[in-house]
């Protein structure tokens, strides 16, 4: 796997942009995933980059949540901004990413984001729920860099 179109089928693109979109649906929080072939800096402080230059810390509650993949390292990252880090438990992250990570080793890349996005979307909708004027701050489409 070292490219990033071979990393996903159209399908797929579509069942986790659909999963975003369903997560989305109850919560003001925000979901993205950023897809790319490789970091030349640390996988975390790379997603803290793609972060800011995709506008996530402009949330207007602090609760975006990125999906960062670098599909030749083999590093990814899912984090979230600070009115949701604020209020999930501290080993949240982590315990997401474990299980992402599961079905990633089986290279079941698809099922692995939809598992992540949904996890986080329950917190988001836990913590942030959606109000009656919500927009869709951030586009749900796969971000490819
Ligand atoms: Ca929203
Ligand atoms: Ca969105």
């Not at 986790?16 to 950023?34: D, F, Q, W, Y």
């Not at 080793?105 to 917190?123: E, P, S, T, W, Y």
Request: hydrophobic residues 40%; proline residues 1%; aromatic residues 8%.
């Amino acid at each position: 796997m070292s490219k990033v179109e071979d990393f996903l089928t159209p399908e797929e693109e579509q069942a986790i942009v659909e999963a975003i979109r369903l997560a989305e649906k109850e919560t003001s929080g925000e979901i993205r995933v950023h897809i790319e072939k490789t970091t030349s800096i640390a996988a975390f402080d790379r997603a803290m980059e793609v972060f800011h230059l995709l506008k996530m810390d402009a949330t207007a509650l602090k609760n975006g949540v990125l999906i960062y993949v670098a599909v030749k390292d083999h590093q990814f990252v899912i984090c979230g901004d600070k009115g949701i880090n604020d209020v999930v438990a501290d080993d949240f992250w982590d315990s997401t990413k474990e299980i992402m990570a599961a079905h990633f080793k089986n290279g079941n890349f698809r099922q692995g984001l939809v598992d992540g996005i949904r996890k986080a979307g329950a917190q988001l909708q836990r913590y942030f729920p959606c109000a009656d004027d919500d927009t869709d701050e951030l586009s749900n489409e796969i971000s490819k860099g």
